[in-house]
């Protein structure tokens, strides 16, 4: 049960600090936002590739968000042009 309620606690960390990031952005370098949707993909996939890591599927929505990021980012790019 406390597993459940931690996992919980990351997961709304990690996804309430993706959203304080793409709102603070916008006046931020769409390169910028794109390296750090990158880097959380990187960091996702290397924790779902750990055998010894069991977060129940977390590390998979930690690597959706930053592929969302990185659409943001490239969607930002688009614009400015």
Known sequence: MTRIIVLLFMLLFVSGSII?????????STINLMILGIE???VGGIIAIDPNSNLGGIEYIIIFLGLILNIIGFSNANQDK
């Open 40 to 42: 959380i993909t990187l």
């Open 20 to 28: 304080f990031i793409v709102s603070k952005s916008k006046s931020k």
